[in-house]
């Protein structure tokens, strides 16, 4: 995986596996939250992982992949505990210019992350449902 790169005054705080769905299709990959930013880089090919099953994941897991989410904190207008299908460990991400990501990784650790660093800005999550908070500012 190619090493992201870091904005000046930027720190890594908590990287890990996160998969996301995109038209349908799951896409492995790698997420980084910084002080400033979530990036998501993707993970192998998802065509080969779908042809030969876990086969394709092992030869794939190890390509380089590219960057599909790079988003600044700022733009962060809702988190939302998920659910796709079966698994129930996804964490839903809505913009203030429209944007949603649904990205399937453990919900507890990322979301306290993405609270902590938000919060650290001055930015409070405010429940405004049963499982969704709003980036208040």
Do not use: C
Request: without cysteine; positive net charge; proline residues 3%.
């Amino acid at each position: 995986m190619a090493k992201l790169e870091l904005i000046p005054g930027e720190q890594i705080l908590k990287q890990g596996s996160v998969d996301s769905i995109k038209r349908g299709m799951l896409q492995m990959g790698r997420g980084t939250l910084t002080n400033q930013r979530f990036v998501r880089q993707t993970q192998g090919i998802p065509l080969i992982s779908a042809m030969f099953g876990a086969l394709g994941v092992l030869i794939t897991r190890g390509l380089t992949g590219k960057v599909d989410i790079d988003l600044p904190l700022s733009s962060i207008k809702t988190l939302t505990h998920g659910k796709y299908r079966l698994n129930k460990n996804v964490l839903v991400i809505d913009t203030f210019d429209g944007q949603s990501y649904m990205l399937l990784a453990r919900f507890d650790p990322w979301f306290t992350a993405f609270r902590d660093v938000l919060q650290s800005y001055g930015t409070t999550l405010v429940q405004v449902g049963e499982k969704q908070w709003a980036a208040q500012r």
